[in-house]
């Protein structure tokens, strides 16, 4: 499904991913740990394609299709989904008027009927009920004055609304007490977990694969994939460190 | 006021940031006219005043006499393509209110300005709030003067200016005047210059939606903050989309 091969890209001109190369096939769950500065986030951005995050070699493709030939909301219609590590908050702009917005011009760029503000609203409801956000902060301008908590539970409500094909989480742990933790998993799961979709986790913790079971565990270091192993090597790294394991 | 600037100038502080060229050539009458307008006490007015982009260099020039305890609200768009002021001079009897929203969007070589001058009485109040969406060459300006006199006590004024740079080469300029002579009032003012927000462009894109429509979301509420006073939602989306039509021509 998801294809990178001896990525290599550069920040600000230094060189931050160094020869990456992974493969996560369809139905799969893999989580990628690693120390700071390993190049995680850079990862989730490139695929992304943020701007000023330049690829100088290498490829990747999402279903055989060159992802760092698409712009950004193209890569998103192609079934790519981005959760942040840091949700951007958008004043003046609601989570309503937002989520219909995108999920009408990916409908339009895959040659598909918008939905109508009907049925928007009762799939915007659906997500919220099953991520337990209250439908009234979705009312609320684009993560504007949200905890956390909320901010990363809205990341998994926009995910369920986006139905995406591949989501790359980057740190969706982060910030979320033991309850929201475990809701924010099960959301994974639920949204996620079916055979013609898959995950890439990015997490610093064990803790979220306590409930996002991984199929792969990856250590990324220096810029590339250092590790490989089953769901044993994050207990691994929990329990030794970067440095003792990879 | 300005009846002894028969012909201004850009040495003129009031027209430092003006078309210098346009000024020397203009029609002193035209320079010099001010349309009259009269809140009566208690009562509450509303203005629209809308330039777009098709007229001419020219200079709209508005003087309102707000009554005791009276309301008056003034809602402007100034898209003018080329050099183009609208100024308000208000002066407020006491308890009265002036609320201003002001919106400027231009491209390529445009010139436009919101100029005011608000005098108080006691416990009179105001509250403006400009915002400025340039690109091209353009230039967005906003003078606004504050005039709280000496026996003016509990007065409450406000303005605030935002402007957006679409393109290098687009520029704005902003010039708050607080002139206060008594002792318990409250003056508040804020401007602030930049560029769309990347981060947020980024964060709409990463979920499919397109760099002109997120654009014109971002705009929008940007602008938004200039009409937040009118109460009535579908005006007040009225004004929004009329302003954002203007935004068409944008390049990004």
Redesign the interface.
């Known amino acids: 499904m998801l294809q990178i091969e001896n990525l290599h890209a550069t920040v600000g001109g230094k060189e931050i991913l160094k020869g990456l190369t992974l493969t996560v096939s369809a139905g799969e769950v893999h989580a990628i740990m690693g120390p700071n500065g390993a190049g995680k986030s850079t990862l989730s951005y490139v695929l992304g394609g943020r701007p000023g995050y330049e690829v100088t070699q290498g490829s990747a493709t999402l279903d055989g299709q060159d992802l760092l030939a698409l712009e950004p909301h193209e890569r998103a219609a192609a079934g790519l989904f981005l959760g942040f590590q840091y949700p951007v908050e958008i004043p003046g702009v609601s989570f309503v008027q937002f989520l219909r917005e995108a999920a009408n011009a990916q409908r339009k760029q895959r040659g598909e009927e918008p939905l109508s503000g009907g049925e928007f609203l009762k799939l915007a409801k659906e997500k919220a009920a099953l991520l337990r956000l209250d439908m009234d902060m979705l009312k609320r301008p684009v993560n504007v004055g949200f905890s956390g908590g909320e901010k990363k539970r809205a990341e998994m409500v926009q995910m369920g609304i986006l139905d995406p094909s591949f989501a790359v989480l980057d740190e969706t742990d982060s910030g979320l007490d033991i309850d929201a933790l475990r809701v924010v998993g099960e959301g994974i799961n639920a949204i996620m977990r079916k055979p013609d979709k898959a995950v890439l986790l990015i997490t610093h913790y064990q803790r979220l694969l306590d409930y996002v079971k991984p199929d792969a565990v990856h250590v990324l270091a220096g810029g590339r994939i250092v590790k490989s192993g089953g769901p044993e090597l994050a207990l691994e790294l929990e329990e030794q460190g970067y440095e003792a394991v990879a | 006021m300005s009846e002894a600037l028969a012909h201004p100038t850009t040495h003129d502080e009031a027209w430092r940031y003006a078309d210098g060229d346009w000024l020397a050539k203009a029609d002193p009458v035209q320079l010099s006219h001010w349309h009259e307008h009269e809140v009566p006490a208690g009562e509450t007015e509303r203005g629209f005043a809308l330039v777009e982009p098709h007229e001419g260099s020219k200079v709209d020039r508005l003087r309102v006499h707000v009554g005791a305890h009276a309301r008056y609200e003034h809602f402007v768009i100034n898209a003018g393509a080329l050099y183009t002021r609208c100024e308000l001079d208000v002066v407020l009897e006491q308890g009265a209110h002036f609320e201003l929203g002001g919106v400027i969007l231009g491209g390529g070589e445009a010139r436009a300005e919101i100029v005011t001058r608000v005098v108080h009485a006691p416990e009179a109040t105001s509250n403006q709030v400009v915002r400025a969406v340039q690109w091209g060459r353009s230039v967005g300006n906003f003078l606004g003067r504050i005039e709280i006199p000496r026996d003016s006590q509990q007065v409450d004024a406000a303005q605030n200016f935002k402007a957006i740079l679409l393109e290098a080469g687009a520029s704005a300029n902003a010039k708050p005047e607080l002139e206060i002579y008594a002792d318990d009032v409250k003056a508040a003012h804020g401007a602030a210059i930049g560029a769309l927000?990347?981060?947020?462009a980024?964060?709409?894109?990463?979920?499919?939606?397109?760099?002109e429509?997120?654009r014109r979301?971002?705009v929008?509420?940007?602008i938004?903050?200039a009409f937040v006073s009118v109460k009535h939602e579908e005006m007040r989306d009225d004004l929004l989309e009329q302003a954002l039509h203007y935004l068409e021509g944008a390049a990004l």
Do not use: K, V
């Open positions: 927000d990347q981060t947020a980024f964060y709409m894109a990463s979920r499919g939606i397109a760099p429509a997120a979301l971002l929008r509420a940007f938004a903050d």
